[in-house]
């Protein structure tokens, strides 16, 4: 028997949990900054409705009306479809391989708040006390240097994910109730404190009032779009995990509201936090687009600048990094779930057994993230995922669900049990078959003349040699997109090992 969630609000905590995560906090206010504060605000709304909401009701009401995780899911629509199914799972192995390590930065710099005490004024030290501590080259060279400490943390952050996910719905269902409500309770503390500050109406002025005339730079529809696209947690497999739990009576249009809805108001309430902030102490021009750089230079500068009172600055770090933690933690464990979840479902394997396997695995592999390689490693593998395999899985799903699925059965799933709201067929249809498919298409498209147009060597990344990006960018697209192909060849193997069936026979099933 299937496991469910054990209330309406276990899941909608869950979702939001998995979709409101580390790029809310640090990502969202970079991109505000550098885009006209309101008007990136206003793109980032409109991206919302007219791709956000849709697509992420999409896989829910899919997952609830197959039962299936992400790869059963696509099979239930389309026999031929199931590989892309397996692209999400794939991309869910390589995000959560590399969101561990983030997590574990995160779990060092809680450990390490204390510092900050001793720091006052100190932007220097303040800014390097990371970087130092995880012994980065900077570049993808430095296998051989070992952070011990941030090992330590990561072997924290793998105990923790699975600890949380271990007994599925039911560990997760208890645990997303503190995980969704302590960060928002800290961003809250955080946010009255930096509105207090001198110079903190400068801050909110810039985040608010927007500067219509960056409506004109291309690079805005790109970033904000990308931004929700990558917010909601769709596309890795995660939403068809969750959804696959869900009762008969959920009402998935008014869910899918709440979800998205909420993942926005912390990325405004995240903004609240660093702008003031960072107006207080006078560094608003010094925001970043770049999560890492924000979270670990550039606000612990901000920190030691808070108050003259270096008990005070070191409280304030332990809240920042605990608020952090909050929101890794869920993010990590969700897309766990949804890996766990597909496999489990398609092997029927042991789901507790799966997971525990998938962390230490998953586990084994972060580890090069510990060395001096670790953040060059990690900066390559990300992008290539978020600005390709990502987008196209999500391109693939909505042509699958869109083209080669009666889309009106998906519309109704998600209607079902709704006597207010309900999801219109002109605002859902058109974007599931035809606006979101060519915007995504139109993103994908965009980074790969970005790719080789930006650093002058054709297919790298700007900043890293070719090679760096063949061994650890082109090679995790290789592995994403030929997933499928993968588990086709281990099921037709298990099939015809156990009862003699031909592929076609098992296809045919």
């Known amino acids: 028997m299937r496991e469910k969630w054990s209330s309406r609000s276990a899941f909608i905590l869950a979702a939001i949990g998995s979709a409101v995560g580390l790029g809310n906090a640090w990502r969202f206010p970079g991109l505000a900054a550098k885009y006209g504060g309101g008007a990136f605000l206003f793109v980032y709304l409109i991206a919302m409705l007219v791709i956000g909401i849709p697509l992420l009701m999409m896989e829910i009401s899919i997952a609830r009306y197959t039962r299936q995780g992400a790869a059963g899911s696509m099979r239930a629509l389309n026999k031929k479809a199931e590989w892309v199914g397996w692209l999400a799972v794939s991309n869910g192995v390589g995000i959560s391989i590399y969101y561990a390590a983030v997590f574990a930065w995160v779990i060092l710099m809680f450990f390490m708040s204390y510092k900050f005490m001793g720091m006052t004024g100190d932007t220097e030290a303040a800014s390097s006390l990371w ?100 917010s909601l947690s769709t596309s890795m497999a995660i939403m068809f995990a969750y959804g696959s739990f869900l009762d008969e009576k959920s009402n998935i249009a008014v869910d899918t509201i709440i979800i998205a809805f909420s993942d926005m108001l912390v990325s405004v309430l995240s903004g609240i936090v660093m702008f003031t902030t960072m107006a207080g102490v006078g560094m608003l021009d010094d925001m970043s687009t770049s999560g890492i750089s924000t979270a670990f230079i550039i606000y612990p500068q901000a920190i030691v600048k808070l108050s003259p009172n270096g008990v005070v600055n070191m409280i304030f770090a332990f809240v920042f990094y605990f608020c952090l933690i909050t929101l890794a933690i869920d993010s990590l464990f969700s897309i766990i779930e949804g890996i766990s979840t597909a496999l489990s479902d398609k092997f029927s394997l042991n789901k507790k057994k799966t ?108 900043g890293y040699t070719l090679k760096s990006n063949i061994m650890f960018g082109w090679t995790m697209i290789a592995f994403i997109l030929l997933s499928g192909l993968v588990i086709k060849i281990i099921v037709k193997a298990k099939a015809v090992k156990e009862d003699g069936r031909t592929w076609e026979e098992y296809q045919a099933k």
Do not use: H
Not at 191 to 199: E, H, Q, Y
Not at 356 to 384: K, N, W
Not at 407 to 432: C, D, H, Y
């Open 131 to 230: 970087s130092r501590t995880i012994k980065t080259t900077w570049v993808p060279e430095g296998f051989t240097i070992i952070s011990w400490p941030v090992l330590i943390c990561l072997l924290i952050a793998w105990a923790l994910c699975y600890l949380c996910i271990r007994n599925g719905t039911t560990t997760v269902g208890k645990v997303v109730k503190y995980t969704v409500t302590l960060p928002v309770i800290c961003l809250l503390i955080m946010a009255i404190r930096g509105i207090t500050l001198p110079g903190a109406l400068a801050g909110l002025a810039k985040l608010f009032i927007p500067d219509w005339s960056a409506l004109a730079d291309s690079n805005l529809w790109v970033d904000a779009i990308g931004q929700v696209f990558y």
């Open 355 to 462: 997971t525990l396997i998938i962390c230490i695995v998953e586990g084994v592999i972060s580890l090069v993230y510990v060395t001096g390689a670790g953040l060059a490693v990690l900066d390559i593998v990300d992008y290539f995922i978020n600005s390709y395999t990502l987008l196209f899985t999500g391109i693939c799903e909505m042509i699958v669900a869109g083209w080669f699925f009666n889309t009106v059965k998906i519309l109704e799933q998600a209607n079902r049990n709704t006597s207010g709201f309900k999801m219109p067929g002109w605002w859902f249809l058109p974007s599931i078959k035809f606006i979101s498919p060519v915007v995504l298409s139109g993103l994908c498209i965009w980074n790969l003349v970005n790719l080789v147009k930006g650093g002058g060597v054709y297919g790298a990344k700007d």
